[in-house]
């Protein structure tokens, strides 16, 4: 004798009349459809660190990335199967398909072949019957109508009855990929009444109740027919941890569920959801700052009630119960609700495996690691922690000199590749200086453990898998800059392997890469990496021979590049120019320091030049000592002249006042060429540019542009240069430079 129990994946109502149904029956067999694989894990099941929501994960032995992941959650029917087997010495065995053949049949193309020109009832039956009740998806029905309406053991004779009709009366052709895992789950059916089990319960998704209730009506031979020949893969399967995120529909898997903590609810309190619900709203939202008492949530209790009443619902369900804490807890502000949808019906648990059942080589690799760095108190630990802080350094920081502390580093730029974003280097702004310190603050999430797993498609340690990640995407992109990035990933996370297949890469793009400026955002990441490259032990040899090849392409098409470039694009050259500037003074190559003079010559004095990089050269050219105060009075003076249209003007000072205030402080006959500038601009011509100039001049801290108005303010003023003072001249006349000039000072800075 066999009873089927036709339930919904993850199904929390299912669980509650599959659990008082098997009280009932008292079955002496459970089968369930979960892949075959699972038999040999369920064992563990009975171990009670385990924590739900866990997975089932079945991988590919010779490709890991290919891989299936079968979660469950407590709520869950499976789970509650397995569960009530393991404490009632029960007889419990998982029947579908292996996914050994799922897999190797998963690239089929007739696999979910269906007839394309049927009707909408048979492509989509119960979304059919949703849509006549007046829902929008089959789900929300499916909730409603079976999973929020406890109906006991009743139920599962009604779902037969339902299915069973939809199978027979539309007609619908079902993929190949259903009738094979049918004639399998029929045919485990038949050994397992061969051998003698007398009260078999069979738990499957309602869709397949009807088919392997009537399993003795189908041939074995037609069946074997079905199921000769199949393909199959060598696979692997074992437990890891699940989160509720996951199991949400939002992650995209494709069995998952709108509300997994709303689920969890309606599984763990199934006299009072609405109560019990409404007061962890309000709780929630308390501790959110927001006005909540228990008033509001009678209030919202009965709104909802009432909003059922309506609807001719036995309960509340999940849509009245948003809507009522809408209207009564946020006053109708959608914003409040992000809170109680991220808690209460999506939920943020994360479930636990314990390491001694780990398998995966990745995982065991990690909680090694874990150890061998001496992070153990860090994993799992809420909330975020310096790194080594401790009462006398209460940040902390990594001394990559100590090659314990570069083991850190290694692992947790390692971690960042791999998107497992457990540390964070901060910026050393107000922290110790210097190249050898490294600054970390940790804060871990629970699915960092599920993010490790994931990544053993690309390794079975940590190290390989950061290694062949960041060398596929490398040889997948085809930019220059995302391939600079990711070798300056890989050398702060000591993955010396990648150097050479990360360079090779990189000489291919450069052959091929024409656009300057992505050269000169490639050439601060190398020069950052060479400067550090001692400290961290690495072979740079690679990356020096890299620099020396892009530094004279810079030099020689930079000038080319910066003709007519809109303001968006000068922009950019102007802030390159800047960091290349940087960049060269560090490396100390005379040779590259001769041919950046040249182009910054080139780039000051030439015509047609954008006027941003005109600036900026001008201004580096006399930070640098290679031009006089005169060459840059004269530079300035044709800058400024009457002939070049004020936003030509606006956008040369920008670039020559780039982070320098002190340039015009200490240099009178500068200040004066602008100071002339300004007083000669019409006024209709100034008020376009004043946003441009204010931005310029809003760079410099509070004491220069301080200082700058007092030079505005009072003709003949002294500014001091050094120890001595120097008149500036100006016009004698009084009145109108205080009726033109100070007015449009004020304006520029902001006075």
């Known amino acids: 004798m066999i009873t089927v129990f036709g339930i919904r994946h993850h199904g929390p109502g299912s669980s509650l009349s599959l659990l008082e149904s098997l009280s009932d029956y008292?079955?002496?067999?459970?089968?369930?459809?979960?892949?075959?694989?699972?038999?040999?894990?369920?064992?563990?099941?009975?171990?009670?660190?385990?924590?739900?929501?866990?997975?089932?994960?079945?991988?590919?032995?010779?490709?890991?990335?290919?891989?299936?992941?079968?979660?469950?959650?407590?709520?869950?029917?499976?789970?509650?199967?397995?569960?009530?087997?393991?404490?009632?010495?029960?007889?419990?065995?998982?029947?579908?398909?292996?996914?050994?053949?799922?897999?190797a049949l998963s690239d089929q193309d007739d696999l979910l072949s269906a007839n394309a020109n049927e009707a909408a009832i048979a492509k989509d039956p119960l979304g059919y019957?949703?849509?006549?009740?007046?829902?929008?998806?089959?789900?929300?029905?499916?909730?409603?109508?079976?999973?929020?309406?406890?109906?006991?053991?009743?139920?599962?004779?009604?779902?037969?009855?339902?299915?069973?009709?939809?199978?027979?009366?539309?007609?619908?052709?079902?993929?190949?990929e259903t009738l094979i895992r049918e004639a399998y789950m029929r045919k485990q059916i038949r050994t397992f009444m061969k051998e003698g089990y007398q009260r078999i319960a069979v738990v499957c998704g309602a869709w397949h109740a009807p088919i392997l209730e009537n399993t003795l009506q189908y041939k074995m031979n037609a069946d074997n027919k079905i199921l000769r020949g199949l393909p199959k893969i060598k696979v692997k399967a074992t437990w890891i941890p699940w989160s509720y995120e996951r199991l949400s529909k939002l992650s995209g898997y494709g069995a998952g569920v709108l509300s997994p903590a709303w689920y969890e609810l309606l599984f763990s309190f199934p006299d009072t959801p609405e109560t019990t619900w409404m007061s962890k709203a309000s709780i929630l939202l308390r501790k959110e700052g927001f006005?909540?008492?228990?008033?509001?949530?009678?209030?919202?209790?009965?709104?909802?009630?009432?909003?059922?009443?309506?609807?001719?619902?036995?309960?509340?369900g999940l849509s009245e119960l948003e809507e009522a804490a809408l209207v009564v807890f946020c006053n109708g502000e959608k914003t409040r609700m992000k809170t109680i949808r991220r808690q209460l019906i999506i939920g943020n648990k994360v479930g636990s495996i314990p390491p001694k059942l780990t398998s995966l080589p990745i995982q065991k690799n990690f909680l090694k690691l874990i150890k061998s760095t001496r992070l153990t108190k860090y994993w799992e630990a809420t909330g975020k922690y310096w790194l080594k802080a401790n009462k006398a350094n209460p940040r902390g920081g990594l001394d990559l000199r100590n090659a314990n502390d570069r083991l850190k580093s290694h692992f947790l730029h390692q971690l960042n590749i791999l998107n497992v974003h457990w540390g964070k280097v901060m910026d050393k702004s107000g922290l110790e200086k210097g190249s050898f310190k490294e600054f970390w603050q940790l804060e871990w999430d629970p699915l960092f453990i599920i993010r490790i797993i994931e990544s053993g498609k690309w390794g079975n340690t940590v190290y390989n898998a950061a290694l062949s990640k960041t060398i596929e995407e490398a040889n997948n992109s085809t930019r220059l800059s995302e391939v600079v990035t990711l070798m300056d990933n890989a050398l702060k996370a000591g993955l010396e392997a990648a150097i050479h297949p990360l360079v090779d890469k990189m000489t291919d793009l450069l052959a091929e890469t024409e656009d300057c400026l992505i050269l000169m955002e490639?050439?601060?990441?190398?020069?950052?990496?060479?400067?550090?490259?001692?400290?961290?032990?690495?072979?740079?040899?690679?990356?020096?021979?890299?620099?020396?090849?892009?530094?004279?392409?810079?030099?020689?098409?930079?000038?080319g590049y910066c003709h007519y470039l809109d303001a968006e694009e000068s922009k950019k050259v102007q802030t390159q120019i800047t960091r290349n500037n940087t960049a060269l003074k560090i490396l100390e190559n005379e040779a590259f320091l001769s041919k950046w003079e040249k182009t910054l010559s080139l780039l000051a004095d030439v015509e047609f030049i954008t006027p941003e990089a005109k600036g900026i050269a001008s201004r580096l050219l006399f930070d640098q000592n290679k031009s006089s105060l005169e060459t840059t009075a004269k530079r300035m003076s044709l800058a400024l002249s009457i002939g070049n249209n004020p936003?030509?003007?606006?956008?040369?000072?920008?670039?020559?006042?780039?982070?320098?205030?002190?340039?015009?402080?200490?240099?009178?006959?500068?200040?004066?060429?602008?100071?002339?500038?300004?007083?000669?601009?019409?006024t209709d011509a100034f008020l376009p540019i004043l946003p441009l100039l204010r931005r310029t001049f809003a760079k410099f801290s509070d004491r220069e542009r301080s200082k700058m108005m007092k030079l505005a303010s009072t003709p003949g003023l002294q500014s001091k240069t050094g120890e001595e003072d120097e008149q500036i001249q100006r016009s004698d006349d009084f009145s109108p430079y205080e009726q033109t000039v100070i007015p449009t000072m004020r304006k520029i800075l902001g006075a």
Request: negative net charge.
């Open 291 to 316: 006005a909540s008492s228990p008033a509001h949530s009678t209030e919202a209790i009965r709104l909802a009630q009432t909003l059922a009443t309506m609807r001719d619902k036995r309960i509340p």
């Open 522 to 559: 490639s050439l601060p990441v190398f020069v950052n990496i060479l400067e550090y490259g001692d400290v961290r032990k690495t072979d740079l040899l690679a990356v020096e021979h890299y620099v020396s090849q892009i530094v004279p392409r810079i030099c020689i098409e930079l000038p």
């Open 129 to 176: 019957l949703a849509h006549l009740r007046g829902y929008q998806d089959s789900e929300q029905w499916w909730n409603d109508t079976f999973e929020e309406s406890q109906r006991g053991a009743t139920i599962f004779p009604a779902i037969i009855q339902l299915i069973s009709t939809i199978r027979k009366e539309t007609n619908r052709t079902e993929s190949r």
């Open 26 to 103: 008292q079955p002496d067999c459970v089968l369930v459809e979960a892949p075959a694989e699972a038999n040999t894990q369920l064992s563990f099941l009975a171990n009670k660190e385990i924590e739900p929501p866990i997975a089932l994960l079945v991988y590919d032995e010779k490709n890991p990335e290919k891989a299936a992941y079968l979660p469950f959650a407590n709520f869950s029917p499976e789970w509650q199967a397995f569960q009530y087997s393991i404490q009632n010495d029960i007889r419990i065995h998982c029947i579908d398909l292996p996914m050994s053949n799922q897999m």
């Open 647 to 682: 936003p030509h003007i606006a956008r040369w000072l920008d670039g020559f006042l780039d982070g320098s205030g002190l340039l015009l402080i200490h240099f009178p006959p500068l200040w004066n060429l602008i100071d002339q500038w300004i007083s000669q601009v019409p």
